[in-house]
């Protein structure tokens, strides 16, 4: 994509530029009309357009923010955005005044004080984009309304706060005053930025997601590719070699990674991830949300011998005593078991699970964490058949997951290539038409899968309640 150079500066207040920057709005109150297709670097004032308070000009979620913006060194100035005006409206109307607010970080009687000063409010919604690198500037003895840049700077279209997709539903959401979808959310999200907590990372990520969700920022901010899980393409490969005690910690990273714990302290009946069992000890053990015990055999070539299976039920009932009768029994094996192995496998009610089946139910859950329940894995797990029979079990419960993620995908895409709000109708009907990967029996059915994908903690499609179930109507917010 082309550069070109910008010769000036658009002075705005600083809590406004990082609201922009942000995401949280797409529009700045200026003191008079700009014309689209203007464009101008971003330059932090100290000053509010008005003479008010910070608390009295902007939104309480937002006030902590602003001060922090206000705040910073006024001996150079950091400029890390640019902007192109892409409409400016005229608003005069004091009835609509209160609406703006709720979907801006303006208070009502800010804007209230504004019209009355200066007979209009000149709403000028600004595409963003931020600077490869911020550049310093000083601080002008004046700053007007338009300052010049020296030197120009040169930019390009390349990295957006907003998608062209988000820009344009926030722009008719802002231009026909309609209400933001979740009001609540955007409250949690600005706690959750003023929080002090230990997890920087959890914090971060929660962040992120809430933003995506609301529109705030672009899905390429977000990735895809974790490197510290890695490992999980490696269990496979472990499971296949002569090494057990990679193996077995391995295993115990998986379960963790499923979901499961142990808060026992007896090294013989743990789950460390960074131990083993060792002579005489189980190879895992899980207590929460259920119980399960299991033994590892990591194999090239071998078979797996009776004396596996023989070993998890003397070492369950020595660790474990009654409590080895309640718990869900597996053997993570590689090789094929021997005649008489299988025998006590599944006369012993043992699941008996490759580490490529393990393997695939990792990579599920990572790729989809709230893809795997443990709770609907349970029964899954203690049902018939046992024995090597019991993978087959669990690969038709990973594909039975795996569809069900190809149908949600199906539908989302759908309503993405509609490209408006549809109803219940217009869906079905679609879904009917378009090869779908799964029968759906009715509506009702349709209508469930999707108040799912529009929940606040799912966030792929956005809701507007009808009077019925069947008058709701949705759009696209985001890919599965």
């Known amino acids: ?114 019209l ?41 279209e390349t990295n957006s706060v907003l ?59 977000f990735p895809q590719v974790n490197p510290e899980t890695n490992w999980i393409y490696t269990i496979a490969e472990i499971g296949n070699s002569s090494d057990g005690d990679t193996f077995e910690k391995v295993v115990r990273k998986s379960l963790i990674k499923l979901g499961f714990s142990n808060k026992n302290t007896n090294i013989k009946a743990s789950l460390d991830p960074n131990s083993t069992g060792g002579a005489g000890g189980l190879d895992f053990y899980c207590e929460y949300p259920y119980q399960v015990v299991g033994e590892c055999k990591a194999t090239k070539t071998e078979k797996v011998p009776d004396g596996t299976a023989a070993q998890l039920v003397k070492l369950g009932y020595k660790h474990l005593q009654r409590e080895y009768n309640n718990c869900i029994k597996i053997i993570m094996a590689a090789g094929e078991l021997t005649e008489d192995a299988e025998l006590t496998a599944s006369g012993n009610e043992m699941n008996v699970i490759r580490p490529e089946t393990l393997q695939r139910l990792v990579e599920l859950k990572d790729k989809y964490p709230g893809s795997i329940d443990l709770w609907e894995l349970k029964p899954c797990l203690e049902q018939q058949p046992f024995g090597e029979d019991a993978d087959a079990k669990l690969n038709r419960y990973i594909d039975s997951i795996w569809q069900n993620i190809r149908l949600r995908t199906h539908i989302i895409q759908l309503i993405k290539n509609a490209d408006r709000q549809v109803g219940i109708e217009y869906i079905s009907g679609a879904y009917d038409a378009s090869n779908p990967p ?25 809701r507007i309640k009808g009077t019925d179930w069947d008058t709701d109507k949705f759009y696209f917010l985001r890919d599965l």
């Not at 082309?2 to 003191?31: D, H, N, W, Y």
């Open 1 to 114: 994509m082309s550069k070109f150079a910008l010769p000036i500066m658009l002075c705005l207040p600083a809590p406004e530029i990082e609201a922009l920057i942000q995401g949280r709005i797409i529009v700045a109150i200026t003191p008079k009309f700009i014309h689209p297709h203007r464009q101008f670097a971003l330059y932090p004032k100290k000053e509010l357009n008005i003479t008010l308070s910070v608390e009295e000009y902007y939104k309480s979620s937002f006030v902590s923010t602003a001060q922090y913006a206000i705040q910073r060194d006024s001996k150079r100035v950091s400029i890390q955005a640019w902007a192109k005006c892409e409409d400016c409206q005229i608003i005069n109307d004091v009835k609509s005044l209160a609406d703006l607010s709720k979907l801006t970080i303006f208070t009502t009687q800010a804007l209230e004080e504004i």
């Open 116 to 156: 009355a000063v200066r007979k209009n409010i000149f709403l000028t919604y600004l595409r963003v984009y931020h600077l490869p690198q911020s550049i310093e500037v000083k601080q002008p003895q004046r700053t007007n309304f338009f300052t010049a840049l020296i030197p120009p700077v040169n930019v390009s």
């Open 163 to 221: 998608s062209d997709r988000n820009f344009a539903i926030r722009k008719t959401q802002l231009k026909n005053l309609q209400p933001p979808l979740h009001p609540n959310l955007e409250e949690l999200q600005a706690a959750i930025a003023n929080l002090t907590t230990t997890s920087t990372k959890a914090k971060q990520q929660l962040d992120r997601d809430i933003k995506n969700f609301l529109g705030w920022a672009t899905q390429k901010t």
């Open 438 to 462: 799964k029968t759906i029996m009715d509506n009702k059915q349709m209508h469930d899968i999707l108040i799912e994908l529009s929940s606040p903690l799912t966030g792929y499609l956005g």
